[in-house]
């Protein structure tokens, strides 16, 4: 059977879910939340947030440790438009290969049992 991860995050805070193919059930695996709301970069001139972008390379890092134990097969990406940008940029191409879906919209504060009803997951 394969297994689906779904990630639903923003800039700040990220829950990852597992999706049980049998029953379509989601189970809550993590929440994941950025130490520091904002972190900006260097440059005077960006209103670039330097910390999300470690938030999405953190967040990489742990779905590859993931997918290289054969926690799953399938990924679905749920994030804010900008966040989900930041997050494709960091994942490597074995990883990339994972995803089936993404959704650019920010669902932080949807209730974890009213995402399945929002979330295509192929």
């Given at each position: 059977?394969?297994?689906?991860?779904?990630l639903v995050g923003d800039g700040s805070h990220a829950?990852?879910?597992e999706v049980n193919e049998a029953t379509k059930a989601w189970s809550l695996l993590r929440r994941v939340d950025r130490e520091h709301?904002?972190?900006k970069t260097d440059r005077p001139d960006s209103h670039e947030d330097?910390?999300?972008?470690?938030f999405a390379r953190?967040?990489?890092a742990e779905l590859e440790t993931g997918r290289q134990g054969g926690k799953f097969a399938r990924l679905v990406l749920v994030a804010s438009p900008k966040?989900?940008?930041q997050l494709r940029g960091e994942l490597k191409a074995p990883l990339a290969a994972c995803v089936v879906k993404?959704?650019?919209h920010d669902f932080t504060q949807v209730a974890d049992d009213e995402l399945?009803?929002?979330?295509?997951?192929s």
């Amino acid at each position: 059977m394969t297994q689906t991860w779904v990630l639903v995050g923003d800039g700040s805070h990220a829950r990852l879910f597992e999706v049980n193919e049998a029953t379509k059930a989601w189970s809550l695996l993590r929440r994941v939340d950025r130490e520091h709301s904002r972190e900006k970069t260097d440059r005077p001139d960006s209103h670039e947030d330097g910390g999300e972008h470690a938030f999405a390379r953190q967040l990489a890092a742990e779905l590859e440790t993931g997918r290289q134990g054969g926690k799953f097969a399938r990924l679905v990406l749920v994030a804010s438009p900008k966040f989900l940008g930041q997050l494709r940029g960091e994942l490597k191409a074995p990883l990339a290969a994972c995803v089936v879906k993404s959704h650019d919209h920010d669902f932080t504060q949807v209730a974890d049992d009213e995402l399945p009803g929002r979330v295509e997951l192929s």
